[in-house]
């Protein structure tokens, strides 16, 4: 009999991909997604129900509050959810012995480095998001040992609202824009980041742990608007300007390209560089 996957999150952006990654080939799992209707992440009881339900040997948790610059006047939402809801899908999941894979940030990092991040390096948070992002990942890690991190940065894909969707819509409506260019980092095709959650579960992988990933290379947001509109093959002039023109909320790290050598030794996989990917995505949208 084949045991249950239960993706929490799962009709949001990387939900969808998974669901697609598992959906038309033969799986050794049966996998739930699980819309915000079908569980509530936040109510204790909701999730209780849900593990007795399902009885999962694996917990994929793509749910997280999200809104960055709203996060800051929102506290206790963010934390809600970031914190204190993982903390009780962590002691859950330790309860049903079920293995969790949950995803975060590197929102978590101030983004001073100017060095590729490794897993172990200080995190410094700038905002309110990453600070509930952090104290999440340190609440599985405290009470659980069966569990992977996944950091991961600027995810994009054909599913849901995303930056890539975002610069072509802007595109139908204008000539010229102005993007960020002193923010640098690693587009992530949330494609390629369920292949790797998948790619986990399907070789049973026990090294356990904080792992990051992203796409190969660097960008910044000026870059990676420049090589949407290059592949769509749309003709828009971008500006590039600094953070300091747009007044937001919340800060942003200015340096967030994360190193993967962690996850590409111990789960064995080649990671697609990041132009390629987004390339792919766009012919597919």
């Given at each position: 009999?084949?045991?249950?996957?239960?993706?929490?999150?799962?009709?949001g952006?990387?939900?969808?991909?998974?669901?697609?990654?598992?959906?038309?080939?033969?799986?050794a799992?049966?996998?739930?997604?699980?819309?915000?209707?079908?569980?509530?992440?936040?109510?204790?009881?909701?999730?209780?129900?849900?593990?007795?339900?399902?009885?999962p040997?694996?917990?994929?948790?793509?749910?997280?509050?999200?809104?960055?610059?709203?996060?800051?006047e929102?506290?206790?939402?963010?934390?809600?959810?970031?914190?204190?809801?993982?903390?009780r899908?962590?002691?859950i999941?330790?309860?049903?012995?079920?293995?969790?894979?949950?995803?975060?940030?590197?929102?978590?990092?101030?983004?001073?480095?100017?060095?590729?991040?490794?897993?172990e390096?200080h995190?410094s948070?700038?905002?309110v998001?990453?600070?509930?992002?952090?104290?999440?990942?340190?609440?599985i890690?405290?009470?659980?040992?069966?569990?992977?991190i996944?950091?991961?940065?600027?995810?994009?894909?054909?599913?849901?609202?995303?930056?890539?969707?975002?610069?072509?819509?802007?595109?139908?409506?204008?000539?010229?824009?102005?993007?960020?260019?002193?923010?640098?980092?690693?587009?992530?095709?949330?494609?390629?980041?369920?292949?790797v959650?998948?790619?986990?579960?399907?070789?049973?992988?026990?090294?356990?742990?904080?792992y990051?990933?992203?796409?190969?290379?660097?960008?910044?947001?000026y870059?990676?608007?420049?090589?949407?509109?290059?592949?769509?093959?749309?003709?828009?002039?971008?500006?590039?300007?600094?953070?300091?023109?747009?007044?937001t909320?919340?800060?942003?790290?200015?340096?967030s390209?994360?190193?993967k050598?962690?996850?590409?030794?111990?789960?064995?996989?080649?990671?697609?560089?990041?132009?390629?990917?987004?390339?792919?995505?766009?012919?597919?949208?």
């Amino acid at each position: 009999m084949k045991k249950n996957i239960i993706v929490i999150g799962g009709s949001g952006q990387l939900g969808q991909c998974l669901n697609e990654v598992v959906s038309g080939k033969e799986q050794a799992f049966n996998y739930f997604f699980l819309s915000k209707a079908e569980l509530d992440f936040v109510n204790a009881a909701d999730v209780a129900r849900v593990f007795e339900q399902y009885k999962p040997v694996y917990c994929i948790n793509c749910a997280a509050y999200t809104a960055v610059d709203q996060a800051e006047e929102d506290l206790d939402r963010a934390f809600e959810i970031n914190e204190f809801a993982v903390k009780r899908l962590a002691e859950i999941c330790l309860t049903h012995q079920t293995t969790l894979i949950h995803i975060s940030t590197d929102f978590v990092f101030d983004g001073n480095s100017g060095i590729p991040l490794k897993e172990e390096m200080h995190t410094s948070p700038v905002n309110v998001y990453g600070l509930s992002k952090l104290k999440g990942e340190q609440e599985i890690q405290e009470i659980m040992d069966s569990y992977y991190i996944i950091r991961t940065s600027w995810l994009y894909s054909e599913k849901a609202g995303n930056f890539v969707k975002t610069m072509l819509k802007l595109a139908q409506s204008r000539d010229e824009l102005n993007v960020i260019c002193d923010q640098v980092g690693t587009p992530t095709y949330a494609m390629d980041l369920a292949r790797v959650i998948i790619h986990i579960i399907e070789n049973e992988k026990t090294n356990y742990g904080l792992y990051h990933y992203s796409n190969e290379g660097v960008a910044s947001w000026y870059d990676f608007a420049k090589a949407v509109f290059e592949f769509a093959e749309v003709d828009m002039t971008v500006l590039p300007v600094l953070s300091s023109a747009f007044v937001t909320r919340a800060k942003r790290p200015h340096y967030s390209v994360m190193d993967k050598t962690k996850i590409k030794a111990i789960i064995g996989l080649e990671i697609p560089y990041w132009r390629d990917s987004l390339n792919f995505c766009i012919q597919n949208l």
